[in-house]
């Protein structure tokens, strides 16, 4: 299938027998979303950032205010806060350095990016046993820095670091990236780029954001640690450098990386560009196990090619893929790729595609949700690879360079019972939509028209699929939970947006 004009938007497949049901909340253009299992906006706090947005029990919920929105410091939120039902700031956090940007007041800043996890949630999402901390504990918050370092880079880098506070604001551990830089195993080739070409990105002030830090989660209880491997620490954190293909645990200790996977040499095929590593919490299926969204796209340093003549972004592929792999051995357990999702490969493998953001988690009923980040698209799969639940962002917003785009960053389902708020909602299954039959309204219904049958054409015919997904019929009068959105239908919705 194309990419048509027109297409269903919210939620489009709902199997009520299969999927593990909840609230999912995402960031959108307006805030942070909450949503039931049919897609009814529950709940949204408009104007909260979400890089990216986290529930806690009792209908808490994280995110950033504000964010320098600067060409030098594209990624820089302002804080991390923490806000109850009703939008009142519980906790912030914001005292990490003291900015002065250009036609603004001097302030204090978290500089924060991609990524927080609070205290008792091992994995930053949902598992049985598990009791994030909503009224204390500490926070680690990703965060940027700039730096000059000349055993790394001609250049000044816009470089990562991992900071620890508690919750009366105090930073009581640090980690930056590249003071560990010999550490994550790159070659003369790629170390001479990144000297010479830190990123091939003209924004960030012409500074090097070098490594890409966009993922870390603190590793929990786990049976690796429980058989004697201190690599698996339970304080010990996981993190993913989007720009150099790794992915390492670090030692809370003492820092240093004590595990990792990539830039190359990777059993399974070259990582580009992950996101979301973590390990498979206690209590859920898989537990122990690393699960990764594996983006594709563009990233990496090395030898000049014929596609990256300077060094960077070395290694291309034009499809996205979520492994599940055994951290010590190096051995996969499960994957969601376009093969498994029913796409022709190569030809239609773009069709299971995020170049950047994205996430999967990992359910109680051994389901995964993953997170689809620039097609805007949520969805939930079995163990077996099929769909049973799937949403599609009807929201929009307009770039710098006039281009619109549906990103979410990340989105995450939470028991009802973490929302005492409101009652248990009722679900209706949705049945998906016989797409070779599905029309909009003004268009012929189906086939029709005259039918000739050639004598002796063909003798023996490929045999023809009525309905590529398999999906049934669907008729009638009732209510739909999902909308079918065109160009101007968008317009309107930024336009509105804008007020």
């Known amino acids: ?38 897609g009814r906006e529950v709940h949204l706090w408009k104007g909260l950032r979400g890089d990216p947005n986290k529930i806690l029990p009792g209908g808490f ?28 700031v519980c906790w912030r956090f914001d005292r990490n350095e003291y900015i002065t940007d250009a036609g603004k007041a001097p302030r204090w800043a978290a500089r924060q990016h991609h990524d927080y996890e609070r205290e008792g949630a091992a994995a930053g999402y949902y598992a049985p046993g598990a009791a994030p901390k909503t009224g204390d504990g500490n926070t680690v918050i990703l965060v940027n820095r700039d730096v000059y370092d000349p055993a790394v880079s001609g250049k000044t880098l816009l470089d990562n670091g991992i900071i620890e506070v508690t919750w009366e604001g105090a930073i009581v551990w640090r980690w930056d990236a590249a003071d560990h830089f010999d550490e994550f195993g790159f070659s003369e080739e790629a170390k001479n780029v990144i000297y010479r070409l830190p990123s091939d990105m003209v924004s960030h002030g012409g500074r090097g954001f070098w490594f890409a830090l966009n993922s870390i989660s603190t590793l929990g209880p786990n049976k690796w640690y429980d058989k004697g491997d201190e690599r698996f620490h339970p304080d010990n954190i996981i993190l993913s450098g989007r720009n150099v293909n790794i992915l390492a645990i670090i030692s809370k200790k ?84 376009p093969a498994e999702a029913g ?39 079995t163990a077996a690879h099929k769909t049973v639940w799937e949403y599609v962002s009807p929201y929009t917003k307009t770039g710098k360079t006039g281009l619109k785009d549906t990103w979410i960053n990340r989105a995450y389902r939470v028991p009802y019972e973490w929302i005492p708020q409101l009652p248990k909602p009722e679900e209706t299954g949705v049945a998906p939509l016989n797409v070779s039959r599905f029309r909009v309204p003004g268009a012929p219904a189906g086939p029709g028209g005259k039918v000739t049958v050639i004598a002796g054409i063909n003798p023996e015919p490929a045999k023809l699929i009525d309905d590529p997904f398999g999906a049934e019929v669907v008729s009638g009068t009732a209510p739909s939970n999902f909308c079918v959105i065109n160009s101007g239908e968008r317009k309107k919705n930024n336009a509105k947006q804008k007020e």
């Open 1 to 38: 299938m194309g990419h048509p004009t027109i297409y269903p938007t919210g939620v489009t497949i709902y199997n009520r027998d299969a999927a593990w049901p909840g609230y999912t909340v995402f960031p959108m253009p307006q805030g942070a979303l909450l949503i039931d299992m049919n």
């Open 61 to 88: 919920v994280l995110g950033s205010t504000g964010s320098r929105d600067s060409e030098a410091h594209p990624f820089d939120n302002y804080d991390v806060v923490q806000l109850d039902w009703d939008g009142n």
């Open 254 to 337: 003492t820092g240093a990386v004590v595990w990792r996977i990539g830039p190359e040499d990777v059993p399974f095929g070259q990582l580009i560009g992950p996101h979301h590593p973590h390990l498979i919490p206690r209590g859920l299926p898989g537990e122990g196990n690393l699960l990764v969204f594996d983006n594709g796209g563009w990233a990496g340093y090395g030898i000049p090619n014929g596609v990256s003549p300077y060094g960077t972004a070395v290694e291309r592929r034009d499809y996205s893929r979520v492994l599940e792999f055994n951290p010590v051995t190096k051995e996969a357990a499960w994957q969601y790729t």
């Open 343 to 381: 796409h022709i490969e190569p030809l239609d493998s773009y069709k299971f595609y995020s170049p950047f953001l994205s996430a999967a988690q990992r359910l109680p009923n051994g389901n995964t949700l993953i997170t689809e980040g620039t097609n805007g698209r949520i969805f939930e799969v």
